[in-house]
């Protein structure tokens, strides 16, 4: 989750123990995934849209040059290619059934033996989430073997910008200790295949941030906790492996509450901790930067600019700090960012003699955003960052900085120009695609916090951002008219209005003259007719509720309540006949359909599945009255009369979302795209003949997590299809 950085609006939301120990790519709950039938093999890859996450963690391997990891909140793990300045994804074969391990909590190495990695996952640590997991790996992330725990991880919760939570013991190889939320400390000292729970100083709590670090001084391991009103300790410390006890003098108060990041100097035998009155990333208002002379016991207060001063406009530069690396080649030489300072913007400070003096690298940055364009968010040029809590320093490169912002990852080679280091991950939450049949683009997709992209190459970020005139935040309909594909519109949370439209197929945009009223809190998808004549609004609030949707005719310049229309269901326009529009009530399993340009809706079939927000229906391309309605587990239905009767599809048991393509050669229908299941496994596949046999065109290496949002097909290429993913961005798929 993430927030937008021009409204800041928030986007989406015991003992330890182990389970089995199992080979990945393992799915839960059905049987193993299996590879893709003869003649289903597919090529991978991602649209390039450029980051637009949240990227939680950045991790140098001290050992070895050229070496990184990062971490995502929802978008998996990454290990950065230094001969190709590409980042590799690491848990793409995550599957539907283990959607919430897409979430990294946590990383670590191990500094003696290169090729170890560790990833602590889980998404949310919620009642209705899945537990967490520990993957480890003898191959840099390459092949995986997986401990399910018994306790819940969070990293898509506050929080998810501290740690790193895992580490390897610097005493023994095989001891890995891992920092929970709710349920304290855990220690595996069979490099992660079990686990136990351990005494620590500090009670867990069912609601707290539990320990936000864990870091190596030497020998001993010190641990943050981010449970602490202020005034009990926060930092902890275990020599021994055995006993942890408070560390005596630590600093206290709201400026020191949490323990966000730490690192140490060797050199110096200094430990850094970054602290703020909130685990962040948002909600930080004060913080501070202290440094343990670990010989000595000696603490220091060495914070850059101290959060609570006045800003230009009257305002208060409210703020805590967040990331901090130390340079491993020059003594006393340490970054530490500032985070959830929106009023002066996010900042680097950099000293090189151990915080006496410390220089904002902002101040003299450039940035140069020209290869991923919508990171100026609308504006004439980028902001530094936000939400900063993930910095790396180059342990070989003294100038060569990264940190993750809420959306990419910047870097520098000599401290002054800042580019995007991102080529590779992406992490956008996909909500809508549209692959037009004509026109320069083959894809327009909208997102959770970046809006809608014209994406006129798919190997390249969109040239032209974001949507702009107006931005959007988040994405909550697409549509383009089927017989006059140029017109396209769109709908979403935004600052300056929350609908436009485009006569020349998404490249630029007008918003509507005037919208219902509802628009601006309740914002939900939109559709158009055939011919673009008329719009169809609906709405719904992100709390549930829903609201009356609303009628255009003369391209939103005004709006009329359509009151027999299903409050809140997602409206779909017939391809063929432009006075034909569809909705399906998914509180009352009915489907309504209009004859009149949208004026009326009536009811059709009824007694359908219901109950479930997420059922979707789509019309089939070039056909009036062709309609294919997925019920989840419930099955694929279809209706060739205009939603009066529904027949079940019997070659499938379950069905999430579905899309049409380009027709293969010789078949006279649309191929049908489908994330769904045909046997015991969910998964992505393809029917060239109206859904009678399936080809699984996915593999056990690519499957996403949760991919239920949307899925079509490419009207001009067959066999193309882009899937949209809740974290990792748009995946397009082609024969291989």
Not at 474 to 501: E, F
Not at 514 to 527: E, F, L, N, W
Not at 699 to 709: K, Y
């Amino acid at each position: 989750m993430r927030t937008f950085p021009l409204s800041r609006r928030a986007v989406l939301a015991g003992t330890a123990a182990t389970a089995a120990v199992a080979t990945l790519p393992v799915l839960q709950g059905r049987a193993q995934a299996a590879a893709p039938a003869a003649g289903g093999a597919y090529r991978w890859r991602n649209a390039v849209q450029g980051g637009t996450g949240f990227v939680t963690g950045v991790l140098f391997h001290p050992s070895v040059r050229g070496l990184a990891y990062a971490r995502t909140d929802i978008g998996g793990a990454y290990r950065w290619d230094d001969r190709t300045d590409r980042w590799i994804p690491l848990t793409d074969h995550i599957g539907w059934d283990d959607w919430n391990l897409l979430g990294v909590e946590a990383m670590a190495v191990d500094p003696a033996h290169p090729n170890r990695l560790y990833l602590a996952l889980g998404t949310y640590a919620q009642s209705w989430a899945g537990n967490g997991a520990v993957l480890r790996s003898e191959d840099r992330g390459a092949t995986w073997k997986r401990t399910d725990l018994s306790v819940k991880l969070g990293a898509n919760e506050d929080g998810r910008g501290c740690g790193e939570r895992l580490l390897v013991d610097p005493r023994d190889s095989d001891t890995l200790w891992l920092g929970t939320r709710h349920d304290g400390l855990l220690k595996s000292t069979d490099r992660g295949a079990t686990w136990k729970a351990v005494t620590f100083p500090a009670a867990p709590s069912a609601t707290g941030q539990g320990v936000t670090l864990l870091v190596a001084a030497g020998r001993t391991v010190y641990a943050g906790w981010g449970d602490s009103d202020g005034t009990s300790a926060n930092l902890y410390r275990t020599a021994d492996g055995t006993t942890w006890k408070a560390v005596p003098g630590q600093p206290a108060g709201t400026a020191a509450k949490v323990p966000v990041r730490a690192a140490y100097d060797r050199h110096t035998c200094e430990l850094y901790v970054t602290y703020a009155n909130a685990p962040g990333p948002n909600g930080q208002s004060d913080g501070s930067v202290h440094k343990l002379r670990t010989t000595t016991g000696k603490w220091t207060e060495v914070t850059p600019v101290k959060p609570g001063g006045p800003t230009s406009d009257g305002g208060t530069d409210a703020f805590g700090y967040g990331g901090v690396a130390v340079d491993a080649r020059r003594p006393g030489t340490v970054v530490v960012s500032t985070n959830n300072r929106w009023a002066l913007v996010d900042t680097l400070y950099r000293t090189t003699n151990g915080g006496r003096t410390w220089k904002s690298l902002k101040d003299e940055a450039v940035l140069d955003v020209s290869e991923t364009p919508y990171l100026k968010w609308g504006a004439d040029k980028p902001k530094f960052g936000w939400w900063i809590q993930a910095v790396g320093l180059d342990p070989f490169d003294s100038e060569h900085i990264v940190y993750g912002t809420g959306a990419t990852l910047y870097g520098t080679r000599d401290l002054k120009r800042w580019a995007p280091q991102i080529r590779g991950l992406e992490e956008a939450s996909i909500r809508q695609l549209v692959s037009p049949p004509t026109g320069e683009a083959h894809l327009i997709s909208g997102s959770g916090d970046i809006g809608v992209m014209y994406h006129e190459r798919l190997t390249a970020s969109p040239s032209r951002g974001m949507a702009s005139n107006p931005v959007f935040g988040t994405s909550t309909g697409l549509a383009l008219a089927a017989a006059k594909p140029s017109y396209v519109v769109r709908a979403g949370w935004g600052d300056n209005g929350n609908g436009a439209w485009s006569n020349d197929g998404g490249k630029t945009w007008a918003p509507f003259k005037a919208q219902p009223a509802i628009a601006k809190d309740a914002p939900g998808p939109i559709a158009t007719n055939a011919d673009g004549s008329v719009l169809l609004w609906s709405f719904a609030h992100w709390d549930g509720t829903t609201y009356p949707a609303h009628r255009s005719a003369d391209n939103g310049a005004t709006w009329t309540e359509v009151t027999s229309y299903p409050k809140g269901a997602a409206p779909v326009a017939d391809p063929v006949d432009p006075k034909r529009f569809y909705a399906f009530d998914t509180a009352t399993g009915t489907l309504h359909a209009s004859t009149d340009g949208g004026l009326t809706f009536t009811a059709r079939a009824t007694g359908l599945k219901s109950g479930d927000t997420e059922f979707r229906l789509v019309a089939a391309p070039g056909r009036s009255g062709d309609l294919w309605l997925s019920l989840k587990g419930n099955g694929l239905y279809r209706s060739t009369d205009g939603g009066a009767n529904f027949t079940k599809v019997g070659s499938c048991w379950a069905s999430y979302t579905l899309g049409f393509g380009k027709a293969a050669e010789g078949a006279s229908y649309p191929a049908v795209y489908m994330v769904g299941s045909t046997e015991s496994i969910t998964a992505v596949y393809r029917s060239d003949d109206e859904a009678k046999t399936w080809t699984r065109i996915n593999d056990d290496q690519h499957q996403w997590g949760w991919i239920g949002a949307a899925i079509t097909g490419d009207p001009r290429v067959y066999g193309r299809v882009y899937i949209a993913t809740n974290g990792r961005g748009v995946q397009y798929g082609e024969p291989a």
